[in-house]
Structure formats: C-alpha cells, structure tokens
C-alpha cells in the first residue's frame, strides 16, 4: 500500500512492533516490560503501579516547558480473536498484517488496533522532535477489555495532568463525550449426568459462520448470537430425546459470540430426522439474519471423542430452556438522545464445568437504575432455574459534559483543519474516561480515534488515512494547549 502520511507510517512501525508482542487481556507482563524498556532506552521517566498500569513522562517542547500537562490515554490489552481454523498461538505469535486497499487488517485475527492504535501514535508523537506540545503524560491501562481493571486500580497521584485524550474511539470525525456504565454477571446451574444407554451415537452440534463483533458498538446490528442460535436448534430437536453431554460458546464479555457447539447423544433411530430438522433450521436463521450474518451454519457431525454420560432429561430440557430465557440484545433506546442505545445485555459464554452450567452476561447502560433493574432480572433468571449468580462492582456510566472548554476547543480546531463539524457523540460502548473521571473529578475529557472496524473479531481493520488525519488534529490541538 502507498502511503503519503509520513507520520503514518511511523505510527504503523510502531504498532507492528507493538504487535509482535502478546498482549491479550490479563496477559500484558510482555508489553509491559517492553514499554517500560522503551521509555528507559529514549530517556523517559516512567512508573508503573501495582496492576501494571504504565505512565511515561515526556516533557513539554520549547516554549511549552510550563503548559499544562495533557494525559494522552490507551489501554495495552487487546482481545484476542480468531477464526475456526486459524492456528495462531495468541501467547506467541506476533499479529500478521494484511493490507486490503485503504484497510489493514489481520490474517484470520482480530487486528488489536483496538487499542495498539493509541499506543504506536503516542510513541510517535513522543519521539517526533518538531511537534510543539505541553508536557505529556502517556498513561497507558491494563485489562480493559475484561472489565476496565487498569482504570479501577488507579490511585490519586498517578498522573497528575488534567487534561485528558483518550485514543479509543473508532470513527475519525467524531469526538466521544459520553459512554455506558456495565456490569458483569456470572451464572451457574447445576446439572445431573447419567450413563448412556446403548442405542445412541454422539454427534457434535456446531453453530458457526456468525460476525459477531462489539457487544457495545453493535449490539443493536441485530447480529446473531452463535449460542442463542444453538440453544433454538436443540429446543428443535429436543422431542427426538436428543441429550446434551458437553456445551460451549463465546470468549469474551465484550464480544458477540460467533461460534459454538454441543456434544450431542442421538438415539441411532432418529438420526436421519436430525438431520432434515437441522437443515430446516438452518433455513430458518439465513432468512431472519440474511442481512448481518448470511453464512450461518449449522452442522452435526459424529464425534471423536468418548464420552459415557449425558444429561438427565430433567437438566437437559431445564438447560435448553435457561439458554432461551437469558436476554440478548437491546433492552431499551435512549429517549433522550436520537438513535443511542440506552441499556443492553451480551449473552457472552456457555460452558458445562465440574457438573455445573456457567454463563457470563454483560450489561450496559448509561442510566445506572436500568442497570441494575437488567442485571437482577438476569440474576433472577438463574436463581427461578435453581441455579445462582454473581454479578461484578461494575464501571460508572460517562456523563457528557456538553461546555466542557476542551470540547469547544476541539470542535473548533476540526472544523479549521477540514472545513466540516464533527460530530459530538455519546456511545453504548464502555471507556475508561467514566472511571478516571470518576477518580480524578477535575480531568477535562475527550476521546477520538482512527476509524475501526469490526473490533474484538477476527473481521477486525483500521483505514489507514483516517490515522494521518487524527494525528494532524492531535498535534494541532496540543499546539493550542499552552
């Protein structure tokens, strides 16, 4: 690919060289270690606290040594995605690109710009000797993406600046000031196992070929969920005595699951029957999801491995029918703000462990009430089902504030550099600003970035101009900062 971005394509070394580096939720020592060598190798001071989090200091260029600091924020972890039949080996391989016309994408991955982005542009910036800029604090968080842990662990003191840019927003024009609050709930339900008889083989159940992608950002795409997809075939067949002895789906609490399967017992007369009820059903999810996921698919096949027990028919209907009774989707739009999602829920893992059913759920909103209200209605699901739950401290939601003096400065500088306003958006997604300026209440907020999509999936990519043009915002704002 050409291009014309001098910047950019010093922003795109550092981010392969960011991608070399494992760095997938809870598993960030690496690019710790590597970011705390970076700023002792160009003479940065830098610290890190007790979870990892990460501030390194550059001071402010001539003229600038007394303006007030600006935090430039992104988190290290990315969540590590990949289809069916990739190999890759998340804890040691570095991230293939793949460049497609305007797009970088991975091979077969998710991509990690989400947030290896913010990282590559501030290390750019850090280096770049003729950028005019106050003293910088380049905080970068651990653990975002399974629950905003690096944000949460902040201590008073860690950075002092008050003044805040967070590189994590996903389409070029748009500056975010808002975002949801979320919560995490964690179910189990016991199940009963018997042996199985005689006249009936196993089969894995697969329902794949889905896009998932964002439980924030798309979850009101109507995408399908490979779980729920699942969970409809077996109700299907559950009058053939079909028997569940294994199940499992999702990998992650921000992500749409794409794929997912049940080892299956069918009674060798009804296989056939099976059959034709999973190519109906097939049929069925193609035409409700023609226009978001048109590759589903559903498939049996025998399985390899030996198993000598399924559910009991109790537990195996009771557990059909807790996957078709747990939410998925948009609970409810914003009435304050035209097309914003107000509240939702993430049906985002199955799995049968140690005779137990475990689910994680996760809720978004921006009103905390109704985050709550959805949160006991999952929890009570699981408890009317026998079963029990458990649900996190959660994240507060970002509330806009629409006169904040970074914002006006900001929208003004964009529409001199590109002769358009941009647009001022509160999101359904979580960012770390609603926790840090709720720990550091002084901090003036903005958060932007390149133009992302499809993140947390293997679909994942970034537009490269896009990048050329947030860097050329950012160091025109930084100018102005004195």
Same mark, same amino acid.
């Given at each position: 690919?050409?291009?014309?971005?001098?910047?950019?394509?010093?922003?795109?070394?550092?981010?392969?060289?960011?991608?070399?580096?494992?760095?997938?939720?809870?598993?960030? %020592?690496?690019?710790?270690?590597?970011?705390?060598?970076?700023? *002792?190798? !160009?003479?940065?001071?830098?610290?890190?606290?007790?979870?990892?989090?990460?501030?390194?200091?550059?001071?402010?260029?001539?003229?600038?040594?007394?303006?007030?600091?600006?935090?430039?924020?992104?988190?290290?972890?990315?969540?590590?995605?990949?289809?069916?039949?990739?190999? !890759?080996?998340?804890?040691?391989? @570095?991230?293939?690109?793949?460049?497609?016309?305007?797009?970088?994408?991975?091979?077969?991955?998710?991509?990690?710009?989400?947030?290896?982005?913010?990282?590559?542009?501030?290390?750019?910036?850090?280096?770049?000797?003729?950028?005019?800029?106050?003293?910088?604090?380049?905080?970068?968080?651990?653990?975002?993406?399974?629950?905003?842990?690096?944000?949460?662990?902040?201590? @008073?003191?860690?950075?002092?600046?008050?003044?805040?840019?967070?590189?994590?927003?996903?389409?070029?024009?748009?500056?975010?000031?808002?975002?949801?609050?979320?919560?995490?709930?964690?179910?189990?339900?016991?199940?009963?196992? %018997?042996?199985?008889?005689?006249?009936?083989?196993?089969?894995?159940?697969?329902?794949?070929?889905?896009?998932?992608?964002?439980?924030?950002?798309?979850?009101?795409?109507?995408?399908? #969920?490979?779980?729920?997809?699942?969970?409809?075939?077996?109700?299907?067949?559950?009058?053939?005595?079909?028997?569940?002895?294994?199940?499992?789906?999702?990998?992650? !609490?921000?992500?749409?699951?794409?794929?997912? !399967?049940?080892?299956?017992?069918?009674?060798? #007369?009804?296989?056939?029957?099976?059959?034709?009820?999973? *190519?109906?059903?097939?049929?069925?999810?193609?035409?409700?999801?023609?226009?978001?996921?048109?590759?589903?698919?559903?498939?049996?096949?025998?399985?390899?491995?030996?198993?000598?027990?399924?559910?009991?028919?109790?537990?195996?209907?009771?557990?059909?029918?807790?996957?078709?009774?747990?939410?998925?989707?948009?609970?409810?739009?914003?009435?304050?703000?035209?097309?914003?999602?107000?509240?939702?829920?993430?049906?985002?893992?199955?799995?049968?462990?140690?005779?137990?059913?475990?689910?994680?759920?996760?809720?978004?909103?921006?009103?905390? +009430?109704?985050?709550?209200?959805?949160?006991?209605?999952?929890?009570?699901?699981?408890?009317?089902?026998?079963?029990?739950?458990?649900?996190?401290?959660?994240?507060?939601?970002?509330?806009?504030?629409?006169?904040?003096?970074?914002?006006?400065?900001?929208?003004?500088?964009?529409?001199?550099?590109?002769?358009?306003?941009?647009?001022?958006?509160?999101?359904?997604?979580?960012?770390?600003?609603?926790?840090?300026?709720?720990?550091?209440?002084?901090?003036?907020?903005?958060?932007?970035?390149?133009?992302?999509?499809?993140?947390?999936?293997?679909?994942?990519?970034? #537009?490269?101009? +896009?990048?050329?043009?947030?860097?050329?915002?950012?160091?025109?704002?930084?100018?102005?900062?004195?």
């Amino acid at each position: 690919m050409n291009i014309e971005h001098e910047k950019t394509k010093e922003i795109l070394k550092w981010f392969e060289e960011i991608s070399k580096i494992p760095r997938c939720s809870k598993h960030e %020592e690496k690019i710790i270690a590597w970011l705390q060598n970076w700023a *002792k190798e !160009h003479g940065f001071e830098s610290k890190t606290d007790k979870v990892g989090n990460i501030v390194i200091k550059i001071p402010g260029s001539k003229g600038y040594e007394n303006a007030p600091i600006v935090v430039i924020q992104g988190h290290v972890d990315m969540v590590c995605e990949k289809t069916p039949d990739s190999d !890759h080996d998340f804890t040691k391989d @570095p991230i293939k690109f793949v460049y497609e016309g305007e797009w970088l994408t991975a091979d077969k991955t998710s991509l990690g710009a989400d947030n290896g982005i913010a990282l590559a542009m501030a290390l750019t910036l850090a280096l770049d000797k003729e950028a005019k800029h106050p003293p910088l604090e380049l905080l970068f968080t651990v653990d975002e993406e399974t629950g905003l842990t690096g944000a949460t662990a902040l201590e @008073p003191g860690f950075i002092e600046g008050k003044i805040l840019l967070n590189v994590d927003s996903e389409d070029e024009g748009y500056f975010t000031v808002g975002c949801a609050g979320g919560i995490n709930t964690y179910l189990s339900l016991p199940v009963n196992f %018997e042996a199985k008889k005689d006249n009936c083989k196993a089969f894995v159940l697969k329902a794949t070929g889905m896009k998932g992608g964002h439980s924030g950002i798309d979850i009101d795409k109507e995408k399908a #969920n490979a779980i729920i997809i699942l969970g409809r075939t077996l109700n299907f067949l559950r009058e053939l005595d079909l028997r569940i002895a294994d199940i499992k789906g999702g990998t992650a !609490h921000n992500a749409i699951p794409r794929d997912s !399967h049940a080892v299956v017992f069918i009674n060798s #007369n009804y296989i056939d029957k099976v059959k034709e009820i999973i *190519k109906e059903a097939e049929k069925t999810f193609k035409i409700e999801f023609k226009n978001t996921d048109p590759d589903i698919t559903i498939t049996l096949e025998e399985s390899e491995n030996n198993y000598d027990k399924y559910l009991t028919k109790e537990d195996n209907n009771k557990l059909i029918d807790f996957i078709l009774a747990i939410p998925h989707g948009v609970a409810a739009m914003s009435t304050d703000i035209k097309g914003l999602v107000e509240t939702s829920n993430n049906f985002a893992s199955i799995e049968i462990k140690d005779n137990e059913v475990k689910v994680l759920t996760s809720q978004r909103s921006s009103i905390v +009430s109704r985050l709550q209200a959805l949160t006991y209605k999952i929890e009570a699901i699981a408890k009317i089902a026998g079963g029990n739950a458990h649900s996190g401290d959660g994240y507060p939601p970002w509330q806009p504030n629409m006169d904040s003096p970074l914002l006006k400065q900001c929208v003004n500088i964009y529409k001199g550099l590109y002769s358009k306003d941009p647009v001022v958006e509160v999101i359904h997604a979580g960012l770390e600003c609603g926790i840090i300026g709720d720990k550091y209440p002084e901090m003036d907020m903005i958060s932007f970035g390149p133009t992302l999509l499809y993140p947390h999936s293997p679909d994942e990519k970034i #537009n490269v101009p +896009s990048i050329g043009k947030v860097w050329d915002f950012m160091l025109k704002l930084l100018e102005e900062i004195k």
